[in-house]
Protein backbone atom coordinates (compact mmCIF):
# COMPACT_ATOMS: atom_id res chain seq x y z
CA UNK A 1 0.00 0.00 0.00
CA UNK A 2 1.70 3.07 -0.88
CA UNK A 3 0.85 6.23 1.28
CA UNK A 4 2.91 9.40 2.56
CA UNK A 5 4.34 8.65 5.89
CA UNK A 6 3.35 11.61 7.79
CA UNK A 7 6.19 13.43 9.02
CA UNK A 8 6.54 12.63 12.93
CA UNK A 9 6.43 9.11 12.18
CA UNK A 10 9.00 9.39 9.28
CA UNK A 11 11.66 11.49 11.43
CA UNK A 12 11.06 8.90 14.22
CA UNK A 13 11.81 5.92 12.63
CA UNK A 14 14.33 7.01 10.06
CA UNK A 15 16.42 8.95 12.30
CA UNK A 16 15.43 9.13 16.40
CA UNK A 17 14.70 5.62 16.63
CA UNK A 18 18.27 4.64 14.50
CA UNK A 19 20.09 6.75 17.00
CA UNK A 20 18.66 4.61 20.18
CA UNK A 21 19.46 1.70 18.37
CA UNK A 22 22.78 2.83 17.75
CA UNK A 23 23.00 3.47 21.56
CA UNK A 24 21.69 0.10 22.46
CA UNK A 25 24.98 -1.24 19.90
CA UNK A 26 27.19 0.33 21.75
CA UNK A 27 26.52 -0.04 25.14
CA UNK A 28 25.90 -3.68 24.66
CA UNK A 29 29.40 -3.53 23.59
CA UNK A 30 30.99 -1.07 25.53
CA UNK A 31 28.88 -0.78 28.74
CA UNK A 32 27.47 -3.59 29.61
CA UNK A 33 27.17 -2.88 33.26
CA UNK A 34 24.12 0.35 32.01
CA UNK A 35 22.49 -2.97 30.78
CA UNK A 36 23.70 -5.53 33.51
CA UNK A 37 23.33 -2.93 36.68
CA UNK A 38 25.61 -1.53 38.98
CA UNK A 39 26.15 -4.98 41.23
CA UNK A 40 26.89 -7.07 38.12
CA UNK A 41 30.46 -7.53 37.56
CA UNK A 42 32.92 -5.63 36.53
CA UNK A 43 33.79 -8.18 33.81
CA UNK A 44 30.77 -9.74 32.59
CA UNK A 45 30.60 -13.47 32.28
CA UNK A 46 31.13 -15.04 29.09
CA UNK A 47 27.74 -15.92 28.72
CA UNK A 48 26.04 -12.15 29.70
CA UNK A 49 28.98 -11.23 26.74
CA UNK A 50 27.67 -13.64 24.56
CA UNK A 51 24.05 -12.46 24.88
CA UNK A 52 24.85 -8.56 24.72
CA UNK A 53 27.07 -9.04 21.65
CA UNK A 54 24.52 -11.08 20.17
CA UNK A 55 21.61 -8.50 21.16
CA UNK A 56 24.41 -5.60 19.47
CA UNK A 57 24.00 -7.12 16.40
CA UNK A 58 20.28 -7.12 16.18
CA UNK A 59 20.14 -3.15 17.31
CA UNK A 60 22.44 -3.12 14.60
CA UNK A 61 20.88 -4.92 11.53
CA UNK A 62 17.59 -2.81 13.27
CA UNK A 63 19.76 0.60 12.19
CA UNK A 64 20.12 -0.48 9.11
CA UNK A 65 16.62 -1.74 8.01
CA UNK A 66 15.34 1.81 9.51
CA UNK A 67 17.98 3.93 7.73
CA UNK A 68 18.61 2.25 4.58
CA UNK A 69 15.13 0.52 3.52
CA UNK A 70 12.81 3.16 5.18
CA UNK A 71 14.53 5.91 2.54
CA UNK A 72 14.43 3.21 0.27
CA UNK A 73 10.14 2.92 0.57
CA UNK A 74 9.50 6.25 1.66
CA UNK A 75 5.44 5.57 0.21
CA UNK A 76 5.21 1.62 1.20
CA UNK A 77 3.33 1.66 4.07
CA UNK A 78 3.36 -2.12 3.92
CA UNK A 79 6.86 -2.63 4.18
CA UNK A 80 6.83 0.28 6.94
CA UNK A 81 4.49 -1.90 9.21
CA UNK A 82 6.09 -4.88 8.33
CA UNK A 83 9.48 -3.62 10.38
CA UNK A 84 7.49 -1.72 12.79
CA UNK A 85 5.81 -4.68 13.58
CA UNK A 86 9.38 -6.94 13.78
CA UNK A 87 10.46 -4.06 15.84
CA UNK A 88 7.37 -3.95 17.99
CA UNK A 89 7.83 -7.63 19.20
CA UNK A 90 11.44 -6.97 20.00
CA UNK A 91 10.16 -3.95 22.05
CA UNK A 92 7.68 -6.21 24.00
CA UNK A 93 9.85 -9.10 24.46
CA UNK A 94 12.64 -6.33 25.82
CA UNK A 95 9.96 -4.97 28.07
CA UNK A 96 8.49 -8.40 29.82
CA UNK A 97 12.46 -9.16 30.14
CA UNK A 98 12.77 -5.86 32.38
CA UNK A 99 10.08 -7.10 34.47
CA UNK A 100 11.52 -10.27 35.43
CA UNK A 101 15.53 -9.17 35.87
CA UNK A 102 15.30 -5.76 37.04
CA UNK A 103 11.81 -7.18 38.90
CA UNK A 104 13.83 -10.21 40.53
CA UNK A 105 16.85 -8.11 41.31
CA UNK A 106 14.69 -5.56 43.51
CA UNK A 107 12.10 -7.57 44.87
CA UNK A 108 9.21 -5.48 42.94
CA UNK A 109 8.05 -5.19 39.26
CA UNK A 110 6.88 -1.84 39.70
CA UNK A 111 9.23 0.58 37.80
CA UNK A 112 9.40 3.21 39.44
CA UNK A 113 11.33 1.54 42.33
CA UNK A 114 14.62 0.11 40.47
CA UNK A 115 17.55 2.23 40.17
CA UNK A 116 17.60 5.43 37.62
CA UNK A 117 19.20 3.59 34.61
CA UNK A 118 16.75 0.82 35.01
CA UNK A 119 13.78 3.20 34.80
CA UNK A 120 15.42 4.89 32.08
CA UNK A 121 16.38 1.81 30.06
CA UNK A 122 12.64 0.62 30.49
CA UNK A 123 10.82 3.93 29.70
CA UNK A 124 12.72 4.44 26.48
CA UNK A 125 11.80 1.19 25.15
CA UNK A 126 8.27 1.19 26.38
CA UNK A 127 7.87 4.55 24.89
CA UNK A 128 8.87 3.20 21.70
CA UNK A 129 6.69 0.26 21.64
CA UNK A 130 3.95 2.67 22.31
CA UNK A 131 4.62 4.95 19.45
CA UNK A 132 5.33 1.66 17.04
CA UNK A 133 1.96 0.52 18.13
CA UNK A 134 0.32 4.15 17.64
CA UNK A 135 1.64 3.51 14.00
CA UNK A 136 0.60 0.09 13.34
CA UNK A 137 -3.55 1.37 14.63
CA UNK A 138 -3.18 3.77 12.32
CA UNK A 139 -2.87 6.64 14.51
CA UNK A 140 -2.20 9.87 12.70
CA UNK A 141 -2.04 7.95 9.38
CA UNK A 142 -3.88 9.26 6.09
CA UNK A 143 -7.87 8.33 5.73
CA UNK A 144 -7.86 4.74 4.48
CA UNK A 145 -4.75 3.42 5.93
CA UNK A 146 -6.34 2.57 9.30
CA UNK A 147 -6.56 -1.35 8.63
CA UNK A 148 -4.79 -3.07 6.52
CA UNK A 149 -5.67 -3.40 2.76
CA UNK A 150 -6.76 -6.75 1.70
Do not use: C
Not at 34 to 41: C, E, Q, R, T, V
Not at 56 to 64: D, K
Amino acid sequence: MTTKIPAPYRIFFTTIDPILAISGTLTSLFAPSLILGPSAPKLPTPESTFLLQSSAGFYAAFVLLQVFLLRARPHDLTVWRALEASLLITDIFIVVASFGFYGSKHGTAIPFLWKVEEIGNFMITAGVGVIRALFLLGVGLPSGTKSRSK
